[in-house]
């Protein structure tokens, strides 16, 4: 085997090289020009973006690179397309906030295309050393962002219980990658699939290491039990920080688990799947229940993707394609509802101070009578309600649930669900029933209202769009299934 590899063997991850390079350029760019703004790197960094979506859905088939440490199929393009529109989204809602808090730096576009290339390194990941080098390329640039607000405290607070929960759960991983690796012999997905689908593969030793994985993994979607860091990082970090991290890392940590789970460790899923479906369960209940009784709406809407988390861990529960097709359309309908509700949060400002108490929403649907529309098409598709976008979700991973045999996880989470619209209709009814002592500011940024309507009509108008994303969603599940 040959030491280096050769540009046509590169290039299935050309969109990964293209937007490595463009990070190393943006940063040189931000050093040479010698200013704060953040408008020139952060489009262009979107544009970086743009591009390597191109580049992502150019290719076709199944192909691999790296020696086989890298591949990239449908499921993989499907997730890249997912993630690399939450980091667009998330840098263009940016533009406002950093510009009035006068805190603009060069370095914050540039964090968010290393963390994005580390992202879609994971869902391409083949191999577990590459899953980790993926996960910790994404982990360190999303550290940084937590605190990159130096001179708060909440902000400086988040990044330091990101990072050090973020490094016991690297550990976790590392430990069960490295036991896997004592009693299967190899970290190639591949090899590891064929040690499994061998009579008498799995040992112990395997599926002790493959819990430690689990637990690892876990905590990038902020899974129960391994959420505590969530609520704290979400309201302690800058606003736009909380919406990258609500969107992007959940769908490449959501996808890397399903790689993980349904790929090499396919065999095993006896070993596997009580243990996700106590994940799930207790991720829906704990996200409905605990919501309930906050007060703050970036802390809401933290146990809200936990909740999320959860529904979506049904669909992989299931352990079938229709289950990771049901994890695909639920991801798909995921960042739209979020990244509107974040982009709303981002303009409920007073006296031009961010506010975020539930109680600020009063009286939204008369001063701002289109952004409490949106808001409440947000908060019906995130409840379930159909024909909106988070209807769908929920409808296929249910139904992946009922034909895997899992009724009883499938109820739970429909119940989960009625619980978790109360805390959804309560923010309506702050909107369009209670009177606001003083009403939030007229004037909302353009980047915000492109945003929030965009987001809107994809969620109102989801069931237009079903069709052909079940069709992706559906080709993705076969592809990684090798159906």
């Known amino acids: 085997m040959n030491a280096v590899t050769s540009l046509p063997e590169m290039a299935p991850a050309t969109a990964e090289i293209f937007l490595a390079v463009a990070g190393i350029a943006l940063l040189m760019f931000g050093v040479f020009r010698g200013s704060n703004s953040l408008r020139t790197p952060g489009w262009l960094a ?9 580049l992502v859905v150019a290719r076709t088939g199944t192909d691999d690179a790296f020696f086989g440490l890298f591949i990239t199929d449908a499921f993989a393009r499907f997730a890249k ?21 006068r805190k603009g730096r060069f370095e914050y576009p540039v964090l968010i295309v290393f963390a994005t290339l580390g992202m879609l390194m994971m869902v391409s990941a083949n191999d577990l050393i590459a899953l980790y080098m993926g996960l910790e390329m994404q982990s360190l640039s999303l550290y940084v962002l937590a605190s990159i607000r130096r001179d708060s405290v909440r902000s400086t607070e988040a990044g330091l219980k990101y990072f050090v929960l973020g490094a016991l759960s690297s550990g976790m991983l590392l430990y069960g990658c490295s036991l896997i690796y004592g009693f299967a012999g190899t970290t190639s997905f591949a090899g590891l699939a064929s040690v499994f689908s061998a009579e008498g593969g799995t040992s112990v030793g395997l599926v ?30 800058p606003t736009p920080v909380t919406a990258l991290f609500a969107v992007a890392p959940k769908v490449a940590a959501l996808a890397l688990f399903v790689r993980v789970l349904a790929g090499p460790f396919g065999d095993m899923v006896d070993s596997w799947q009580q243990v996700l479906v106590f994940v799930s369960i207790a991720s829906m209940v704990l996200g409905a229940f605990a919501a309930m009784v906050q007060t703050n709406i970036k802390r809401l809407m933290a146990y ?140 909302v940024g353009g980047d915000l209202r492109a945003i929030i309507f965009g987001s809107a009509v994809i969620t109102l108008l989801f069931l237009i769009a079903i069709s052909p994303i079940y069709d992706k969603a559906q080709q993705a599940a076969i592809s990684l299934l090798g159906a």
């Open 46 to 54: 979107v544009l970086a973006f743009l591009v390597a979506g191109i």
């Open 81 to 101: 397309v997912l993630i690399l529109l939450g980091s667009a989204f998330s840098i263009v809602l940016s533009f406002g906030y950093f510009e009035r808090e």
């Open 208 to 237: 002790v290491g493959l819990v430690f994985l689990i637990c690892g993994l876990a905590f990038k979607i902020s899974a129960v039990p391994f959420h505590m860091w969530t609520p704290d990082v979400y309201e302690g970090a």
């Open 304 to 443: 809200s993707s936990i909740g999320h988390m959860g529904y979506a861990l049904v669909g992989l529960a299931a352990g079938n394609e229709a289950g990771i097709t049901g994890v695909m359309i639920y991801l798909s309908s995921y960042i739209f509802m979020n990244i509107g509700t974040f982009a709303i949060i981002l303009g409920m400002r007073r006296e031009g101070r961010l506010v975020e108490n539930l109680s600020d929403l009063s009286g939204m649907s008369k001063s701002h009578p289109m952004m409490a529309f949106a808001l409440m098409v947000f908060m019906f598709s995130m409840a379930g309600i159909p024909p909106l976008a988070g209807f769908f979700g929920k409808w296929y991973v249910f139904m992946a649930a009922v034909q895997a045999g899992l009724f009883g996880l499938a109820v739970i989470g429909v119940l989960a669900s009625v619980v978790g619209a109360f805390y959804y209709l309560r923010i309506i009814r702050i909107m369009y029933f209670d009177e606001a002592t003083q009403p939030l500011d007229a004037k």
